[in-house]
């Protein structure tokens, strides 16, 4: 969140700077301030201790394919699109939607660049897209009012399958003691087990799945 924040400020400034040659930094200095000590620790932790330098190098989370990104943000990205071009000559000016711009396409250039944490750049991607669709809606002119009513009910519904998704899967795995969420009694008897009988520093081969 805090590397997305500080390069969608950082882009942001540049643009500021050009079109109206003044120097937009307090955000990107506070935030800046606020984050770095923690994200300074966590390299420096990560670098010097041996278990986490370990970890960190198979912590490997690319970014999905581009067409992939693109369906999981249908149909707002659609209307977002549509908003950035019919737009455009807004965006040579400082307009209230140019952050939102600069958030959506940094996001997706970040999400691509050479980093094993790819994925992690996609962190709230959605937000500027629903902004720009909203946007989108309202740029429709006024002659396609019967277009605009019934596209606002159609873009809620279909914006929502892929959070129900996530919703009900964590629900239908918790009724179905799903094996990959739940231990299982033989499992559990043998874990208590080996708690009980061996040392704590016991070296002990487990699945990837046990593992975790």
Do not use: C, H
Request: glycine letters at 6%; proline letters at 8%.
């Amino acid at each position: 969140a805090w590397g997305v924040g500080m390069a969608v400020l950082v882009v942001y400034a540049l643009w500021v700077w050009w079109v109206e040659r003044k120097f937009f930094w307090q955000p990107m200095v506070w935030l800046g301030m606020g984050g770095a000590p923690v994200v300074l620790y966590q390299v420096v932790v990560t670098a010097v201790r041996p278990i986490l330098n370990l970890w960190n190098l198979q912590n490997l989370t690319p970014s999905p394919p581009i067409w992939e990104v693109g369906i999981a943000l249908l149909p707002a990205l659609l209307l977002s699109i549509y908003a950035i071009m019919k737009g455009w000559i807004n965006w040579k000016e400082n307009s209230p939607l140019t952050l939102s711009v600069i958030w959506l396409l940094t996001g997706l250039v970040l999400m691509y660049a050479p980093f094993q944490l790819q994925r992690s750049f996609m962190f709230a991607l959605f937000i500027p897209t629903a902004v720009l669709a909203i946007a989108g809606l309202k740029m429709i002119p006024d002659q396609s009012m019967k277009l605009k009513r019934w596209l606002w009910p159609v873009v809620l519904i279909l914006s929502l399958p892929s959070n129900l998704i996530v919703l009900f899967l964590g629900i239908y795995g918790i009724q179905t003691r799903a094996p990959s969420l739940y231990l299982s009694k033989y499992e559990y008897e043998a874990l208590m087990w080996l708690d009980q009988s061996t040392d704590p520093e016991t070296l002990i081969l487990a699945s990837p799945e046990m593992g975790n």
